[in-house]
Every structure is written in structure tokens, then in C-alpha cells.
């Protein structure tokens, strides 16, 4: 249910940006649209961050799976379970740019016997990371349409990335391999049943925005060519708040851009928000020094308690009469009065 629903969405989306540029709202589609999507995304963006920056951490929360730091003579996880700064740089780092803890993801069963038997299951961080790494690859590209002159690491990166010659152009591995890792992660929701069942429709709609992007740059590359030129005006024209509207563009163009359009709208209030909100979660981003010093919560106003010693006080006479134990027998003890015989 949930995959159709987000299914019908994207084709709707991209009916909607065909049906826009042959009606002629290319001025729409090609400066409106784009510029309230990157307001969106800006706005939005660090909205999350703000919130998430104002939420209170009074304790050290930090996720571990490592030995703690405690007797100098006990080698503990620096990296996995961090006391200094220095080693929460570096399992951020290892998260970010590798997604170590999805490495380290196992599947196993209960077989009989009982058995518990492990499977070796690296295929969803080798997907994943093929996908984050190859997106990076292709945004960095880009950079060539919004930067006069272009940077010279661009046109490293894409001497990197095309050396295999197709036809008349080069073809780009990540073109091929963000294709096919977005595939990947769409049959693994489909087809395994545990997480078909937890997929909701948040889950399947970026996977098919992101299928509807990559396909329809693929599309303008390779098979139905774009006037790169008339892009790249269009392009510096956003980037620098002098939009022009180039002619010749074609409408797999308009459906190319309106769907990023979409994405960056869709970015801050969605699950991919994670890319900012790793950096702010207090399970990664927290030193473990829970037995160097004892952490206070900063906010803990003065309150006015009830000890014991005053609780007896109070109730004592009713307590001796219940049978309940009491610490000090009382003022009565000292004149010989039996404590049994004090509430009488």
C-alpha cells in the first residue's frame, strides 16, 4: 500500500512538470520553483538544526559497544567507546564518511538445536555506501554548472569518474552505480518480508524521487541529449539572483529539475535529515566519562525534601502503634516508657 502511494506521487510529480513545460510554464518551473525549493530547504534545514541544538542533554547518553575507560592497566575502546574529544572526532569521522556501526550489522537465526546461526550481511552498508558516496560524486559534478570558472578538483573528479568511453562521451561509473545501489535498497524493502512490513510510505517516496532524478539525468546524459550550454546560464543565472530563461531546453529537463525541487523541499521535514542530525545526537557525539566525574543536571532547581529522620518525627507515635520499626525510640524512652507503650 504504502509503495503505491509513493509510487503514484512521483509519477504524478513528473506528469505535472511534462504537462507545466509543454504549457509553457517554463518560467515557473525554471526560476519560481527552484527558488522557493532552495528557501524550503535552507529554512527548514536549520530550523532542525536549532531544534535539535536547543533540546537539553544533561547526561551522558553516548552508544557503546566497547570497553569503558577505567584502570590505566584495563586497554579500553577509544574509538568505540570514547573518553576524549580526539576519539568522538574519530568515530564521527568513521561514521560519516564509512558507516562503520552499519558494517558492523549482523543477521542472525534460531535454528534448531537451539542453534543461533549468523549470516554474514554486508550487502545493505555496501549499498548504502556505493549509493552516499556515488550522490556525493555527482553533486560535486554539477558544481561545473553553477561555477565560473570551474574549479580544477571538478574536473578531476570527472576525469575519475568517466574513463570508460561509451559512444562519443564518456560514461560515469557513479551514473551506473547510484542506479543500481538505489535499486538495491528498493528490492531489499520489496522483497524481504520483516522489512516490507515496517516500511512505511516516507520509506519508499525518496527511494522513487531519488530513482525519478537519477533516471532522468541518466536520460538527458546519454540518450536524449540537453543544450549543456543553455543549462549552465540557467544555472549561474539562479546562483547568482540573475535567472534567465535560456530557450531550447527541453521538458526532461524541466521534469529533471522539478524533482529536485521536490527533493529539497521534501529534505528538512524527512528522514534524510540524518546527514545534519548525526552530528547532533548525543549518542555519537558525547565523550562516555560517566566514571571520571559525576554529571549534574545543570537545570536541577533547589527543592525543599522530606528526609526520613523528619518523616519518623511526624509519624512516629502512629508508627509504634502500627508495629512499624523506628530508628530512635523517641523523647519517652529517656523517662523509662517502654517504645511499645509510646503510642498508647
Not at 537451539?114 to 545493505?124: A, H, S, T
Request: net charge positive; with cysteine; proline share 6%.
Amino acid at each position: 500500500m504504502g509503495m503505491g502511494i509513493s509510487l503514484a506521487l512521483t509519477v504524478a510529480l513528473i506528469l505535472v512538470a511534462w504537462a507545466g513545460a509543454a504549457a509553457g510554464l517554463q518560467v515557473v518551473l525554471g526560476t519560481v520553483i527552484p527558488y522557493l525549493a532552495g528557501l524550503t530547504f535552507l529554512g527548514g534545514l536549520i530550523w532542525r538544526v536549532v531544534r535539535w541544538a536547543r533540546a537539553p542533554v544533561p547526561f551522558r547518553i553516548p552508544t557503546t559497544c566497547g570497553q569503558q575507560k577505567s584502570l590505566p592497566w584495563i586497554r579500553y575502546a577509544a574509538v568505540d567507546n570514547p573518553a576524549t574529544t580526539l576519539g568522538v572526532v574519530a568515530r564521527v569521522a568513521l561514521e560519516v564518511l564509512l558507516f562503520r556501526s552499519l558494517l558492523r550489522n549482523s543477521r542472525f537465526e534460531l535454528r534448531e538445536g537451539p542453534k543461533l546461526v549468523y549470516f554474514w550481511e554486508k550487502w545493505l552498508w555496501v549499498a548504502g555506501l556505493a549509493f552516499h558516496w556515488s550522490l556525493f560524486v555527482i553533486l560535486t559534478r554539477h558544481l561545473r554548472f553553477f561555477t565560473q570558472p570551474v574549479p580544477a578538483f571538478v574536473g578531476w573528479l570527472e576525469g575519475a569518474d568517466g574513463f570508460f568511453q561509451v559512444w562519443l562521451s564518456a560514461l560515469y561509473l557513479t551514473d551506473v552505480v547510484v542506479l543500481v545501489a538505489v535499486t538495491y535498497l528498493f528490492l531489499r524493502r520489496v522483497l524481504i518480508p520483516q522489512v516490507r512490513y515496517v516500511s512505511l510510505p516516507a520509506d519508499y517516496f525518496p527511494l522513487f524521487l531519488i530513482m525519478g532524478i537519477a533516471g532522468s539525468g541518466v536520460l538527458m546524459r546519454y540518450f536524449f541529449r540537453v543544450d549543456v550550454t543553455a543549462v549552465k546560464e540557467l544555472a549561474l543565472g539562479l546562483v547568482t539572483f540573475r535567472p534567465v530563461l535560456p530557450a531550447g531546453l527541453s521538458a526532461l529537463f524541466y521534469v529533471h529539475l522539478f524533482l529536485v525541487s521536490v527533493l529539497l523541499v521534501y529534505f528538512p521535514f524527512s528522514k534524510l535529515v540524518h546527514m545534519a542530525g548525526i552530528f547532533l545526537s548525543p549518542t555519537r557525539n558525547l565523550a562516555n566519562t560517566n566514571r571520571e566525574r559525576r554529571h549534574i543536571n545543570p537545570w536541577n532547581y533547589p527543592v525543599k525534601v522530606h528526609t526520613y529522620e523528619e518523616y519518623e518525627e511526624e509519624f512516629r507515635k502512629h508508627m509504634i502503634a502500627a508495629g512499624i520499626p523506628v530508628e530512635r525510640a523517641g523523647p519517652s524512652a529517656q523517662v523509662g516508657i517502654p517504645a511499645e507503650k509510646e503510642g498508647q
